[in-house]
């Protein structure tokens, strides 16, 4: 059984990662309304207390991006080189951001933190899953993905993000 680390904010945290991913230990660290720098900030605790993981899945940005804070990605970077630092064994997968309705934000917002978040991926040789493009063919053949709030996941929106992880290999020994 693959051990998972989890992090992030409340995409993280609500989700049901035992059901979604049966056959691994979830070990589930997300805090609801947490920002990038805050997950930063608690980054060691984590790192001293967690489990030696197999593989790590960081979702982070979306309560930036709802404070109109788009300047996160250095304190992302940070993340990762911690996290590679800390399990230098472990599969580390960043999820893109979500294209969450923040209808006060222009369009191409996202996809160009993401592109960034896909370039910063590269540079350090992790992961990248690209649920941004996923998520839009969900909701363009009408699949209700997000919950009414246009920004939290509804079970298929945790479902399709587990199918992405589990299709992707990313958690595969």
Same mark, same amino acid.
């Given at each position: 059984?693959?051990?998972?680390?989890?992090?992030?904010?409340?995409?993280?945290?609500?989700?049901?990662?035992?059901?979604?991913?049966?056959?691994?230990?979830?070990?589930?660290?997300?805090?609801?309304?947490?920002?990038?720098?805050?997950?930063?900030?608690r980054l060691p605790t984590i790192i001293r207390h967690a489990e030696r993981p197999e593989a790590v899945l960081l979702m982070t940005g979306t309560n930036n991006l709802?404070?109109?804070?788009?300047?996160?990605?250095?304190?992302?970077?940070?993340?990762?080189?911690?996290?590679?630092?800390?399990?230098?064994?472990?599969?580390?997968?960043?999820?893109?951001?979500?294209?969450?309705?923040?209808?006060?934000?222009?369009?191409?917002?996202?996809?160009?933190?993401? /592109?960034?978040? =896909? +370039?910063?991926?590269?540079?350090?040789?992790?992961?990248?899953? *690209? &649920?941004?493009?996923?998520? #839009?063919?969900?909701?363009?053949?009408?699949? /209700?993905?997000? =919950? +009414?709030?246009?920004?939290?996941?509804?079970?298929?929106?945790? *479902? &399709?993000?587990?199918?992405? #992880?589990?299709?992707?290999?990313?958690?595969? /020994?």
């Amino acid at each position: 059984m693959k051990t998972l680390l989890l992090l992030g904010d409340s995409l993280i945290e609500f989700g049901d990662w035992q059901r979604i991913l049966p056959g691994h230990r979830c070990l589930n660290f997300g805090v609801s309304g947490e920002t990038v720098q805050e997950l930063l900030q608690r980054l060691p605790t984590i790192i001293r207390h967690a489990e030696r993981p197999e593989a790590v899945l960081l979702m982070t940005g979306t309560n930036n991006l709802a404070m109109d804070d788009f300047y996160f990605v250095p304190q992302y970077e940070e993340v990762i080189a911690q996290l590679l630092s800390a399990f230098p064994k472990a599969t580390i997968v960043v999820t893109s951001l979500l294209p969450v309705n923040f209808s006060w934000q222009p369009a191409t917002l996202i996809p160009n933190l993401n /592109a960034r978040l =896909a +370039e910063l991926c590269q540079r350090f040789t992790v992961f990248y899953l *690209d &649920l941004y493009s996923r998520f #839009l063919a969900a909701l363009e053949k009408g699949t /209700a993905v997000f =919950a +009414e709030d246009g920004v939290h996941l509804s079970r298929a929106g945790y *479902d &399709l993000w587990g199918q992405a #992880l589990l299709q992707g290999g990313y958690l595969t /020994a």
